[in-house]
């Protein structure tokens, strides 16, 4: 598995978080979406000489030091981004007004299709207190698309966040373009720590490859009480990238059926219990091979982020390898 648990990491980042001095603070004051007009003057101010999420990012990362971003805005206020997604290339901490009165999202107005953050490699971001919502990658045929709501290179810490209806890839009746799709709502290669968090409804959508449609991760990778729910067409968290074969992905597709059938009347699963539903529809053989081989194909699929899983419940006695 490519997840390495970080807790004493984030424990770390909390006390020099308490501690910390910032060589500017930028108070957002208007949740357009327009640009700083100066970086160099050390001001967040649009054209209009109204301080946006936009202006304040551009405006720290021009400027040196580790700066911090407020938020003075009219409650349950969204930001409407219609420009384009928010790059973020210097070491900063954003701190929202919380989760069910900021919302930080792509404009349904807007005429492309964008992530809403993108955090480059070599800094240090925190974000909390808010939501990322709405963002959307579309990739042309034979092209990959990632991380529909926040690209990670960098170290991210999300605290109190939620991170929901995000998408990449193109519609699940659509899916005729040859298209490959990771991290609906986050992809990280860097070191991603969430607590206190929520990463819900967000959705990978491919038909070459569509894994985690909640969070793609080949880097560091830390949940501390987060809660990640999702579609269900597509499940939550890729730990291990994968390939199957046309004929196994069907079989995973009827091992969801059960699955979530099951799920949404309030009950868990063993993978043996899979097996004999697998076995009573007539979809395998009833022997030892086959069992073996659906115990497999489980495990590989869970760690690919294509079954959930929480769907099942022996993980450890079942499963080949963790």
Do not use: H
């Not at 999420?53 to 805005?73: C, H, K, M, V």
């Amino acid at each position: 598995m490519k997840v390495t648990i970080l807790f004493v990491g984030l424990l770390a980042f909390l006390f020099t978080f308490s501690t910390q001095t910032f060589a500017a603070t930028f108070v957002v004051d208007n949740n357009g979406d327009t640009n700083d007009v100066n970086t160099a003057d050390n001001l967040c101010a649009d054209s209009s000489n109204n301080c946006t999420l936009r202006a304040a990012i551009e405006q720290a990362n021009a400027s040196a030091g580790d700066d911090s971003i407020t938020f003075s805005l009219a409650a349950a206020s969204p930001i409407e981004l219609t420009i384009g997604e928010l790059p973020i290339n210097t070491n900063i901490i954003i701190v929202g007004t919380g989760e069910n009165q900021l919302t930080v999202q792509r404009s349904t107005t807007s005429a492309t299709n964008f992530r809403i953050f993108n955090i480059t490699g070599g800094v240090n971001v925190t974000i909390s207190d808010l939501t990322i919502s709405g963002g959307r990658l579309m990739p042309a045929s034979f092209n990959l698309g990632v991380g529909g709501g926040i690209y990670n290179e960098g170290i991210l810490n999300l605290i109190n966040i939620t991170v929901k209806n995000n998408n990449v890839g193109i519609p699940f009746n659509q899916l005729t373009s040859q298209t490959r799709a990771l991290g609906g709502g986050i992809y990280n290669t860097g070191t991603l720590y969430l607590m206190n968090s929520t990463v819900s409804n967000n959705t990978s959508a491919g038909s070459i490859t569509a894994e985690g449609g909640g969070i793609y991760s080949t880097g560091g990778l830390s949940l501390t009480n987060t809660i990640i729910t999702g579609d269900k067409n597509m499940a939550k968290i890729c730990f291990e990238p994968k390939e199957f074969r046309q004929n196994t992905l069907a079989l995973i597709d009827k091992c969801n059926v059960i699955l979530e059938r099951y799920d949404a009347a309030g009950f868990d699963m063993t993978v043996r219990q899979v097996y004999y539903q697998l076995v009573a529809a007539d979809e395998i053989e009833n022997s030892e091979k086959s069992y073996n081989k659906i115990q497999g194909l489980l495990n590989d699929a869970r760690l690919a982020g294509l079954v959930d899983w929480d769907f099942i419940v022996d993980r450890t006695r079942q499963l080949r390898k963790l």
